[in-house]
């Protein structure tokens, strides 16, 4: 399936991302950290990737990203908290934010959060893109 997803993606790559930037990729599972490496460096962007949040502030200063992917059960601090971190800082609030995350409850917490995005896992990486591109493009 997932090579199936791929060769679909690939062809539609020049119209779900106009301009590569950086992005900063929150996730403790480094097989989805590899995988949206991976995808998200085929369209053309810089990705860096981070384990946790420890720090997210001082991390996110240091990578400048223009959108940050965020899964909501990394550790320490969990990501509801770690995007209220980023929204206290007045020269990060601006970044958009993209809750990735397999609850139930997602959109409430993303709501609280002040996320501007949200993907439920399993998640298409099609639709990935075409929010990225809507938030950043």
Not at 85 to 98: G, S
């Amino acid at each position: 399936m997932f090579a199936r997803k791929l060769s679909v993606f690939s062809g539609m790559q020049e119209n779900l991302i106009k301009d590569a930037k950086t992005i900063a990729v929150f996730d403790d599972d480094q097989d989805l950290l590899d995988i949206f490496r991976f995808l998200l460096e085929e369209v053309g962007h810089k990705v860096v990737l981070f384990n946790n949040c420890d720090d997210i502030v001082s991390k996110v200063r240091d990578v400048n990203p223009v959108l940050i992917l965020m899964d909501n059960w990394i550790p320490l601090i969990g990501g509801e908290q770690a995007i209220g971190q980023i929204r206290n800082e007045e020269d990060l609030k601006h970044i958009p934010v993209i809750l990735v995350s397999a609850s139930n409850d997602i959109a409430e917490v993303a709501k609280r959060a002040g996320a501007d995005g949200v993907i439920a896992k399993p998640f298409d990486f099609d639709v990935i893109l075409s929010m990225i591109n809507k938030l950043i493009g």
